[in-house]
């Protein structure tokens, strides 16, 4: 088991990561900004330390857990952040649904800092508290393992995809995808609706028949297209966001699935 667990971005993912780490018995010091937080994961156990660089000066293994690449930037980088201040070989794991140049540009700014390696994550606040997040796991093999044992205290399964980056890009991949799904399952509610099929004859019949998909059943659980729209395309937009950027700093075209995801009759683009 590592000794010292660091953790940053103890949000409404965050938090209950640091709980599963604590109830597998890691010893977790923890940088969060909000006071209720610090509180109440001290409470349960938790160190709470006061600076980013603190995190890395103390820390064996870091995880870090923030939406975005710009919020990881603002973190890792110049000399009081994480990067900066871990000892060397550190493995540094970040969840952040982001770009691999930004994981790579940061490694060559620490050339002889730690060992980042990717997880995007896939899930909710609830699996994390089953212990049942799906994580992306990509990087240095002995990096990976280590990270591997960490993780398994709220992730199942821990998905290993090969060097550092490729756990991004599968993740990207998976949103882009997704998200075409549900603009043909929208698609379909449409078409449904000029033929005279009820919505919920359709969802029904979707749960049986070749035609369903996970989508699908995401846009009957939500209660429909509206009421999936309304919650659900949000983050859709980021991810397509996301996806469209990474393709474009890879030189890659993203094809049909952009096509798809933009041009359906959920507002993605």
Same mark, same amino acid.
């Given at each position: ?12 993912? /965050?938090?209950?990561?640091?709980? *599963? ?11 969060? *900004? ?36 710009? =919020? ?36 060559? =700014? ?13 899930? /909710? ?39 550092? /980056? ?45 035609? /369903? ?57």
């Amino acid at each position: 088991m590592t000794d010292t667990i660091g953790f940053i971005g103890a949000g409404k993912m /965050g938090e209950p990561m640091v709980l *599963r780490l604590l109830d597998a018995g890691h010893r977790v010091q923890v940088y969060a *900004r909000r006071p209720d937080v610090r509180e109440r994961l001290a409470a349960a156990g938790a160190v709470p330390v006061e600076s980013v660089a603190a995190v890395g000066r103390e820390s064996d293994l870091v995880i870090s857990c923030l939406f975005s690449d710009a =919020q990881l930037l603002e973190v890792a980088a110049g000399p009081d952040g994480l990067l900066a201040n871990v000892k060397p070989g550190t493995v540094v794991v970040s969840h952040t649904t982001g770009t691999v140049s930004t994981l790579t540009g940061l490694l060559e =700014q620490f050339p002889a800092g730690p060992v980042l390696v990717d997880a995007p994550v896939s899930g /909710g606040a609830h699996d994390i508290a089953a212990g049942k997040l799906t994580v992306l796991l990509g990087g240095p093999g002995d990096a990976v393992a280590r990270a591997q044992s960490v993780l398994a205290a709220y992730a199942d399964p821990v998905i290993t995809t090969g060097a550092l /980056g490729t756990a991004l890009n599968l993740k990207l991949i998976n949103n882009v995808l997704f998200a075409s799904n549900a603009q043909l399952v929208a698609a379909a509610v449409e078409l449904a609706k000029n033929l005279g099929v009820p919505e919920t004859s359709l969802f029904a019949a979707l749960e049986h028949c070749s035609g /369903g998909s996970r989508a699908a059943g995401y846009v009957q659980s939500a209660g429909g297209v509206e009421s999936f729209g309304k919650v659900v395309a949000p983050f859709m937009r980021k991810d397509v966001a996301a996806c469209i950027e990474a393709a474009a700093d890879r030189g890659v075209e993203l094809g049909q699935l952009r096509t798809v995801a933009e041009t359906g009759p959920l507002d993605l683009s």
